[in-house]
């Protein structure tokens, strides 16, 4: 049996590093502009000798628990940015919380502050995830980088909401996750530590959140696929996020079976070309920066007629009949930001059909990504 928990009504003591941690950690969901008042708070209950801080922006909410000493268990809510900001300049010695009404008292080495609580009462509820729901393990870094590579895909105009998620789909040992705006597509796959089989739309912001979160935090994350959301664990941590509604492309049908040229270049180098490129496309909407590839090489060309003009050639190894092709300059540099490898091959059908990126190493050994990319249709 737990202990009786009264609202507004604590005291216990802390370590400073684990509580700075643990605000820290619910600071990430607190919303800068609400409109229920105790969504800009951080909820604080301890219990059974444990803290538990709790924050949420009813999209996504985060949990943390540390292990403290409890003169008096209850909880209390406070405003998350300052309490974050007052721990962040503690000194190094521990902490005591104290609250009665809603008067609440912090206190750490010989510094004292008093912070007004605010209604915990009208701290939402969060869903956790249930005892028997699937859940599958990766490691955190792999995930972190999945994400990285996949949701820069995902729109930003909410205009098509399914088109601002990740989807993921967890099946036969792997977990692959895909994301487009219509203009662009990326596919990554990467096998499952644990398995488990499901599928989920999750908003790329709360996937990207997740993603930092195992960067910072190390070691393997645990999802668990529900219906109407996913969880990601991370020991005594964990965010959960709601699912997006509605159906996601059946993305696999644009992805092109074959192509007519193949072409590998060091990415650095076409990298810092199709930037220097692409400056004076950037004074003009909708402004492309054109590929030419033939005779060994890839001339990156583009033109803006306020602005000027510029070109680029870069030594390429050419499979296959050459050709033009345009590209929106910001779409092109993330796909060819999204692959960790020195060399990129592109591949490609003809100036109109969609090129595909991948890794490209001469011993094999790459992600399994896969950027598609619309081309742009030139006057």
């Not at 004074?283 to 007629?305: E, I, Y």
């Amino acid at each position: 049996m737990g202990t009786t928990v009264r609202s507004n009504d604590v005291k216990l003591r802390a370590e400073r590093a684990e509580f700075a941690e643990a605000v820290s950690w619910a600071t990430r969901t607190v919303g800068a502009r609400v409109t229920l008042p105790a969504l800009s708070g951080i909820l604080l209950e301890a219990q059974d000798g444990k803290l538990i801080c709790r924050a949420t922006d009813l999209e996504v909410a985060a949990e943390i628990s540390i292990p403290v000493q409890i003169d008096q268990p209850g909880r209390v809510l406070l405003p998350g940015r300052l309490l974050s900001q007052l721990v962040a300049r503690f000194p190094d010695a521990p902490v005591t919380l104290s609250a009665d009404a809603d008067r609440v008292e912090l206190t750490c080495g010989r510094a004292t502050f008093h912070v007004r609580g605010m209604q915990a009462e009208d701290f939402p509820t969060l869903a956790g995830p249930t005892e028997d729901a699937p859940q599958g393990r990766v490691k955190a870094d792999a995930f972190a980088r999945l994400v990285s590579q996949v949701a820069r895909a995902a729109a930003s105009d909410e205009g098509r909401p399914v088109l601002t998620g990740v989807h993921l789909e967890a099946a036969e040992g792997q977990l692959t996750a895909a994301a487009t705006d219509s203009y662009r597509l990326a596919v990554r796959s990467l096998t499952w530590e644990e398995a488990v089989d499901g599928t989920a739309l999750v908003p790329a912001r709360s996937l990207q959140e997740a993603a930092k979160a195992a960067s910072e935090v190390g070691g393997s994350v645990t999802i668990v696929l529900e219906e109407g959301q996913v969880s990601f664990l991370f020991g005594d941590r964990r965010l959960t996020t709601k699912l997006i509604e509605g159906s996601f492309p059946n993305y696999r049908a644009l992805l092109p079976d074959g192509h007519e040229t193949s072409v590998v270049v060091e990415r650095a180098g076409l990298i810092e070309a199709l930037q220097r490129v692409s400056i004076v496309a950037l004074g003009q909407a909708n402004t492309p920066v054109s590929l030419t590839f033939a005779d060994g090489s890839v001339d990156l060309q583009a033109s803006n007629q306020e602005m000027g003009d510029a070109a680029e050639a870069l030594p390429a190894e050419i499979d296959g009949e050459g050709l033009t092709i345009s590209f929106n300059p910001g779409f092109l540099l993330s796909g060819l930001e999204a692959n960790g490898t020195d060399h990129i091959r592109i591949e490609l059908r003809d100036g109109l059909k969609p090129a595909v990126l991948r890794p490209h190493s001469a011993d094999g050994e790459v992600d399994d990504l896969t950027y598609l990319l619309m081309p742009m249709r030139v006057n």
